[in-house]
């Protein structure tokens, strides 16, 4: 299983970065400069053990490549803001990644250490994703609210348009003590690289337990109210293709892809929520118009792509809308209904060119299980975790990245 990353496109043409360390024999050589701050061969070397141990044999250089380039950019942003994490910042993190496997911190990197991997590569992978955290909260988490008036509209939708069904995928892992070790770290990295139908059911014909395995985990149609809470809490403001994160059950762990919602009529317009990239390119009626729309299709698969592909293409810049639909012009509106998140549409044209425009996701208010005050937290993490998604791609776009 491999991510397709657009960032690293534009150096395929160039020697492996991993080769270009053994090549010098010395692994501590930098193969990537992210702002100028060094990614080593030892640290890729590294990110790769680690993620093999958590998803398996296989080739993990882009995954590890990414997630260090990412890295940099999180510790960056937090240097900037004066943001680092306290010591016992560190080990809790730590300590919350460790037990989802069941074990304790000592007992985690003790099997970390038996598979390669240097205690350091852990703390260092905990200590990026909690100086985001920290930077999230100090500057993201504050221009976000959610009022008692969006959660009495979430409910007010629940009573006006019925319970629906939910159409679901699922990867089943045994949780069992003997297996906890393996699987609580492969549910995880599962959860954060799965993309699309086809890659969620060839994940789950070759890891999940369950009977649904043979049908790469698709279920039939269920009503919402048949399934556990957990469950709906995992899938609730999802878009179809998206997947779950690891969901425990009693001995196994899940993970989900929603893959469609029926029976309940359509939300009011002003429940509904678009994210959507514009970019302004040449009239896709004259030969490089069409070129370079016919390129972003075959090459760039979300938002997130579409920095980086902007960035070595040049030219205007995206602009990036979160906004009720309502409020959308009806032109845009128009257009991205007919778009599926990571699709792109090129069916506005003027005197002066295009409009490239790619949904990045259609967000409807969730069917509300929980007390208000769950519900509010819900509404607040979703729009959290969607500004700070957006902004790692932004500055992933602005950023020098380059090998040495």
């Not at 900037?80 to 069941?102: C, H, S």
């Not at 297996?179 to 690289?193: D, H, K, R, V």
């Not at 009529?265 to 390119?281: F, H, N, Q, R």
Request: charged letters at 25%.
């Amino acid at each position: 299983m491999r991510l397709t990353l657009s960032l690293l496109a534009g150096l395929a043409a160039l020697a492996p970065v991993a080769a270009l360390a053994a090549q010098d024999g010395n692994p501590f050589a930098p193969v990537m400069l992210v702002n100028e701050r060094t990614i080593t061969g030892y640290e890729l070397a590294q990110r790769e053990k680690f993620l093999e141990m958590m998803s398996g044999p296989g080739d993990h250089t882009d995954e590890a490549m990414k997630g260090l380039i990412d890295d940099r950019l999180r510790l960056i942003e937090a240097a900037r803001y004066g943001v680092k994490p306290t010591e016992d910042e560190i080990k809790a993190g730590m300590l919350e990644f460790a037990q989802r496997a069941n074990l304790t911190t000592e007992q985690f990197v003790q099997k970390l250490q038996e598979g390669g991997v240097d205690p350091q590569t852990f703390r260092d992978f905990i200590t990026a994703g909690q100086a985001w955290r920290d930077v999230v909260r100090a500057t993201i988490a504050p221009r976000v609210t959610v009022t008692d008036a969006d959660v009495r509209d979430a409910r007010a939708l629940s009573r006006a348009h019925g319970e629906p069904r939910i159409l679901i995928s699922e990867l089943i892992l045994p949780a069992t003590p003997e297996y906890i070790g393996q699987t609580a770290p492969l549910a995880e990295q599962l959860s954060q690289t799965l993309k699309g139908d086809a890659a969620f059911a060839a994940a789950a014909r070759q890891y999940s337990v369950s009977d649904s395995a043979k049908n790469g985990g698709q279920l039939d149609w269920i009503p919402v109210t048949n399934l556990p809470q957990t469950v709906v809490s995992a899938v609730i403001g999802l878009s179809p293709g998206q997947v779950s994160k690891p969901v425990n059950l009693p001995n196994a762990i899940a993970i989900f892809e929603l893959r469609g919602l029926a029976d309940a009529p359509p939300p009011p317009a002003d429940m509904v929520t678009v994210d959507y990239l514009d970019w302004a390119i040449p009239d896709v009626r004259t030969p490089a118009g069409a070129a370079l729309a016919d390129e972003v299709r075959r090459k760039v698969t979300t938002c997130g792509d579409l920095y980086g592909f902007v960035k070595r293409a040049g030219g205007p810049q995206l602009t990036r809308t979160t906004e009720a639909l309502p409020k959308v012009p009806a032109d845009v509106a128009l257009a991205l209904a007919r778009l599926d998140p990571g699709e792109v549409s090129t069916s506005i044209t003027d005197g002066s060119g295009t409009r490239l425009l790619m949904l990045c996701s259609r967000t409807v208010t969730p069917d509300p299980k929980a007390t208000p005050d769950a519900l509010k937290a819900e509404l607040f993490s979703a729009r959290v975790n969607a500004l700070a998604d957006a902004r790692l791609d932004q500055l992933r776009a602005a950023a020098n990245i380059r090998q040495p």
